[in-house]
């Protein structure tokens, strides 16, 4: 079995273009996801129950459904409503952001459960409101909680991202198939793929393990 070196080297820029989209597409949808993740985790422990159960409703559906089928329903079902298409980035980041957005609310939710019970307590007897104690003194202790989840969560929607390639929408994974597709080099293209993807998840799991040291989350 011989490699085609010279393929691997000549199609390496073109899957690097593709690799950067994919990380565009991952950060778009992880900073969507962790607005909606916070406002859905904090509504998963509200008083209102109302709030509660449309925030498991929201949870149990994202979590419960495959990302591709939620991929098809935004960007073939979507149209069908709306009468008019949907452009394949808007359809792989609203996926996709949608989609992170039950995760990271699972994931804030833990977070603000972590923080001792006493601190709202001493917030409430200073004179605050619920929300407000949630704003000001467990929020911003929680995220320091949530950063080496976060991270996982991140790399594993870098991973899934992949997956708007359905729709044609040419991140890394796109790109690759094109390229195969044209010179029948699929070892050799999966291979510089698979690496493009690892270089990328390693160094997302030492910038997170970094944050952590810094941050000194335990």
């Known amino acids: 079995m011989n490699l085609n070196v010279d393929l691997m080297v000549n199609s390496f820029p073109l899957l ?23 406002f859905v985790g904090i509504a998963r422990i509200s008083q209102v129950k109302l709030l509660r159960a449309l925030a498991a409703v929201y949870i149990d559906f994202l979590r419960g459904t495959p990302l591709l089928v939620q991929i098809f329903l935004i960007y073939f079902a979507l149209p069908v409503v709306l009468g008019q298409r949907v ?15 039950a995760y990271i609310a699972e994931i804030f939710r833990a977070g603000i459960q972590a923080i001792d019970a006493g601190q709202m307590e001493a917030g409430r007897s200073l004179g605050m409101t619920w929300p407000q104690t949630m704003r000001h003194i467990i929020v911003p202790q929680a995220f320091k909680n949530i950063i ?14 992949s997956l708007v390639s359905v729709i044609g929408f040419e ?13 029948y080099g699929s070892l050799e293209i999966w291979i510089c793929v698979a690496i493009i993807y690892l270089v990328m998840t390693l160094t997302i799991s030492r910038l997170v393990a970094y944050l ?7």
């Open 16 to 38: 690097v273009v593709g690799a950067g989209i994919t990380i565009q597409i991952t950060a778009i949808s992880v900073g969507l996801g962790l607005i909606i993740g916070m």
């Open 87 to 101: 452009d394949p980035f808007l359809a792989a980041i609203t996926a996709c952001g949608i989609n992170s957005g």
């Open 148 to 161: 080496p989840p976060l991270g996982n969560e991140f790399i594993a929607l870098l991973k899934d991202s």
């Open 171 to 183: 991140e890394l994974t796109r790109r690759g198939q094109l390229i195969i597709a044209r010179t």
């Open 212 to 218: 952590e040291k810094r941050l000194d989350t335990k």
